[in-house]
């Protein structure tokens, strides 16, 4: 993994609001949270599918290209990692929570533990 892309906002990448986010959420919007199982396992969005960052090759096997992702972490800077990497794998519609989990709780929204 290239460390730079933890710093650096990828070219095409949405920033959403928790509010945006929570607005979106639902059966057709595929929620994937790049933070270590043990982070996700602590309490995550729910819906959202655990693939930790370096772990890219999992969703890039399981969805096809044109499939619109949102990308969550701790802070935003992971997800925008996790996006870098999607973008250069072909992936054209990537959205992440800008902050991320961070501003998912100081926003109080909701976390579950499934």
């Known amino acids: 993994m290239n460390f730079t ?10 920033d959403l609001t928790p509010d945006e986010l929570e607005g979106r959420l639902g059966p057709s ?3 994937i ?8 396992a602590r309490g995550h969005i729910a819906g959202a599918i655990s693939i930790p960052l370096g772990r890219e090759d999992q969703v890039v096997q399981r969805w096809s290209p044109d499939s619109p992702l949102v990308l969550v972490c701790k802070t935003g800077h992971r ?6 990497t999607l973008f250069a794998r072909g992936f054209e519609q990537i959205s992440h929570l800008a902050g991320g989990m961070d501003a998912w709780r100081l926003a109080r929204k909701p976390t579950t533990l499934d």
């Open 5 to 14: 892309n933890l710093f650096r906002h990828p070219s095409g990448l949405v």
């Open 79 to 84: 997800s925008q990692a996790a996006a870098a």
């Open 29 to 31: 919007v595929l929620v």
């Open 33 to 40: 949270d790049v933070r270590t199982h043990w982070e996700y």
